[in-house]
Structures are given as C-alpha cells and as structure tokens.
C-alpha cells in the first residue's frame, strides 16, 4: 500500500544570501521548488513523498522528489546555481539520505496527521562555505508535530 508522508528538512546556520531549494526530478530535466535564500537563521523545507513496504519489507520512498535506488533512497537541496542563481558563487547540492526511517515511524504518521518526520543537518562546512556532498554528520529523522503556525 502506497501512503503519502510528511517530511521536514532543517538547514541550520547556512551562509547568508545564498539560495536553496530541494529538488525535484532529475538529470537536466529538474527543478528547484521550495527555493529559500538564507539569512541569518535555519532555512526549513517541508514536503511529502510517497513510501510502500520494498521487496525486503523495509520501508521504500518515491516521488519526484526522491533520488538514488532502492535502499539508498535520498532527497536533494540544491544550492547556489543548481538552484537556479546564474551568478552565484556557489553550484553544488547537499544529499540528505532517507535510511533509518522505520515502519513505526510510518505508521505513527499514517495514525496521527499533525505528525511529521523530520531532521537537522548543518547547512554550512567547516570552512563556512555552504554544505555538500552527503551530509556529515547525519543524526537522523525522528517524529515530530507538524507546524501549525500561520505566515
């Protein structure tokens, strides 16, 4: 059975003034949605994907927003140029894996709908520029309240 799921990306202390946005597609047919520029705070990004149980039983992700093969599921945010800046110094993208999401997460969010997974990841390296490649180090998602706040 395919159920939808909530996911929510916390980008913590990213450089100021560069763009971000999660990914959607693949190859040079993507797109940058949920585009974001930093500032002085944590950049939030939430989503939903699709997950049904893989041939092992485990929980399997797709969607348009979901990269990479079965079992090494992950979700991409795209910086700088690849998020659509032409002039910006910065071209890379920050892979952020899906393992580890369990089918008790899963069904705690199939149960209660103000539920969400989510996860934190540093949103610079340690050389202050803007994180790439697979983030290092990952702690993981966990099951939290979704947020209700209005804009």
């Known amino acids: 059975m395919n159920r939808e799921i909530s996911l929510k990306i916390i980008l913590e202390n990213p450089p100021a003034g560069v763009d971000f946005g999660i990914q959607k597609g693949s190859g040079n047919k993507y797109e940058t949605i949920l585009k974001q520029k930093s500032g002085t705070g944590e950049l939030q990004f939430e989503f939903a994907i699709t997950v049904k149980q893989g041939k092992d039983g485990s929980p399997d992700f797709s969607g348009a927003i979901v990269q990479g093969p079965p079992g090494s599921r992950f979700i991409y945010i795209d910086i700088g140029t690849y998020a659509g800046v032409a002039d910006s110094l910065w071209g890379r993208r ?7 999401i369990t089918t008790d997460s899963i069904t705690k969010l199939h149960n209660d709908p103000t539920l969400n997974l989510e996860t934190k990841v540093p949103g ?28």
């Open 124 to 151: 610079s390296g340690k050389d202050g520029s803007p994180n790439c490649a697979t983030v290092k180090p990952f702690s993981g998602w966990y099951v939290s309240a979704k947020n209700t706040r209005k804009n």
């Open 94 to 100: 920050l892979k952020i894996p899906l393992r580890g």
